[in-house]
């Protein structure tokens, strides 16, 4: 176990985010949370909530994590059940007591947003709740497409580019023309230069209590 970082907590808005921004996390000492994964009913063209669980099922079996949880939520309409998505990640910060939480930067994506807003409730300090010391916010790279706001990284790791995108492969009804795996690669690079590392990373440390 990373002793820095202990046991790390993965929200994940949807089924591939958790690869696109902290891959470097995912090992066996990680616990990848899925929020939403159905999209079924919203496109037609789109795949089935089944299909993207077989997919993030073949991610586990690739990386091995800890614990390994997807929701059942449709995408583009978490913000209808923010409460619950709340609820569920506090339920989740309680039951493994994580040392350390990632949670999704909002960028323009709606889920992420909400994603990211239920993450901030979640880990305030509570006194019933567990208090997490290390929580970092990470990139998912979409928001690098489009709006003004960007993240402000102020913690890098290098990542094992092969195998990132050979996760990445694994989802395989993810894989977009303008996330292709060349732009991830593109993106590694970019990150990696900021901190004088081939392929890295980036996150921004939201809060860090040492101890």
């Given at each position: 176990?990373d002793?820095?970082?202990?046991?790390v907590?993965?929200?994940?808005?949807h089924?591939?985010?958790?690869?696109?921004?902290a891959?470097s996390f995912?090992?066996?000492?990680?616990?990848?949370?899925?929020?939403?994964?159905d999209?079924?009913?919203?496109?037609?063209?789109?795949?089935t909530?089944?299909?993207?669980?077989?997919?993030?099922?073949?991610?586990?079996?690739?990386i091995?994590?800890?614990?390994?949880?997807?929701?059942?939520?449709?995408?583009?309409?978490?913000y209808?059940?923010?409460?619950?998505?709340?609820f569920?990640i506090?339920?989740?910060?309680?039951?493994?007591?994580?040392?350390?939480?990632?949670?999704?930067?909002?960028?323009?994506?709606?889920?992420?947003?909400?994603?990211?807003?239920?993450?901030?409730?979640?880990?305030?300090?509570?006194d019933?709740?567990?208090?997490?010391?290390?929580?970092?916010?990470?990139?998912?790279?979409?928001?690098?497409?489009?709006?003004?706001k960007?993240?402000?990284?102020?913690?890098?790791?290098?990542?094992?580019?092969?195998?990132?995108?050979?996760?990445?492969?694994?989802?395989?009804?993810?894989?977009?023309?303008?996330?292709?795996p060349?732009?991830?690669?593109?993106w590694?690079?970019?990150?990696?230069r900021?901190?004088?590392?081939?392929?890295?990373?980036g996150?921004?440390?939201?809060?860090w209590?040492?101890?």
């Open positions: 176990m002793e820095t970082f202990g046991k907590l993965v929200i994940s808005p089924a591939d985010d958790e690869v696109f921004g891959f995912l090992d066996k000492n990680s616990i990848i949370s899925i929020i939403a994964t999209e079924s009913e919203l496109f037609v063209d789109r795949p909530e089944d299909k993207r669980l077989e997919e993030s099922i073949k991610i586990v079996d690739f091995k994590p800890k614990d390994y949880r997807s929701g059942s939520g449709k995408v583009n309409e978490l209808k059940i923010k409460h619950d998505v709340i569920g506090e339920s989740e910060i309680n039951k493994y007591k994580p040392d350390t939480v990632l949670i999704p930067f909002p960028s323009y994506n709606q889920d992420h947003k909400t994603v990211y807003e239920a993450c901030i409730v979640a880990l305030r300090q509570h019933k709740n567990h208090f997490v010391k290390k929580v970092l916010m990470y990139d998912v790279y979409d928001y690098t497409k489009w709006g003004e960007q993240m402000d990284m102020n913690y890098f790791r290098e990542v094992d580019i092969k195998k990132k995108l050979k996760a990445y492969s694994l989802y395989r009804s993810q894989v977009r023309s303008y996330r292709s060349k732009d991830l690669k593109r590694a690079e970019e990150i990696g900021r901190c004088n590392l081939k392929y890295a990373e996150y921004k440390i939201l809060r209590v040492d101890g």
